[in-house]
């Protein structure tokens, strides 16, 4: 059976859902997007999510297309319509349909497009092996736009090169990877991110995740990191979305804790989709 999609309003079989060949998300990539993760049927970060949702569409000129209680309850009616125990939700809002012109134009309806995605997002994860690439994004990557393509290009280089993703660069240091936060963990125990700026997104999850670092007691130190230092490093791991804590065994070659997760990542993933399930809504 196939899924049943929400477009402006109307839930559709996945097969009737349509927009316009005239859209400025498919003309201009002007528009913004959220995932939220669903466990046991239930919705992860919300409050997260809708805050960053609210802030991205601000940062390009665009309203939220309807409020937050009646977002939440979309969400909830995708999960109910498409049986959803674990996966995601996508949602993307866009400025609307009109002639294609550089210039923004005021006053259109937003285009309004969520489906899920159901797959496994819990359970013993075994690492990922990263390369890294230069960073050749825009420079609002703190905006959630759904301007991917230097995120897929990269991705999919790993991926040709027989890698799990990449992680960017730009001066020297470490950006993001394709579509999530990076850490290092020293030697001496300390967890290293890079500092929030306009060069990488403020992770819902991230935000999350440090946290629960403080309340674990461990050290933290939020700054840039080379690809050297992460080479050195005890162990390292990825946050997202939809991969939660997932941690990264081996950069450019160099295998991180003899090619196995380590115990900060393990930790710090059993923790939050414990605090994730007892706080979805």
Not at 168 to 192: L, P
């Amino acid at each position: 059976m196939s899924r049943i999609v929400y477009v402006n309003g109307a839930y559709v079989p996945e097969e009737e859902a349509m927009v316009s060949v005239f859209d400025r998300g498919f003309l201009f990539a002007d528009g913004i997007y959220e995932v939220t993760a669903v466990v046991d049927g239930k919705i992860c970060e919300w409050d997260g999510h809708i805050g960053r949702l609210e802030r991205s569409l601000g940062e390009i000129g665009m309203s939220m297309p309807m409020s937050a209680e009646e977002l939440l309850e979309v969400h909830r009616e995708m999960v109910k319509r498409n049986n959803l125990e674990e996966g995601a939700i996508y949602l993307q809002v866009t400025r609307g349909a009109a002639d294609r012109d550089f210039v923004m134009p005021e006053g259109l309806d937003q285009t309004v497009v969520l489906f899920t995605q159901a797959k496994k997002l819990t359970g013993a994860k075994s690492g990922l092996r990263v390369i890294s690439v230069p960073d050749i994004r825009w420079g609002r990557r703190d905006i959630k736009t759904v301007q991917l393509l230097a995120a897929s290009l990269v991705k999919t280089e790993a991926k040709k090169k027989g890698k799990d993703d990449a992680w960017m660069v730009e001066d020297g240091f470490v950006t993001e990877g394709s579509s999530n936060n990076t850490y290092i963990v020293t030697k001496e125990g300390k967890i290293i991110t890079r500092n929030l700026s306009n060069s990488i997104l403020p992770g819902i999850t991230r935000k999350s995740v440090l946290r629960i670092v403080e309340e674990l007691d461990m050290e933290i130190e939020e700054r840039p990191f080379t690809i050297e230092e992460a080479q050195n490093a005890a162990e390292a791991f990825m946050t997202a979305a939809t991969s939660f804590v997932t941690p990264v065994i081996e950069v450019d070659g160099v295998e991180l804790n003899g090619g196995t997760p380590g115990p900060v990542s393990k930790r710090l993933g059993e923790v939050y989709i414990e605090e994730s399930r007892k706080a979805s809504c």
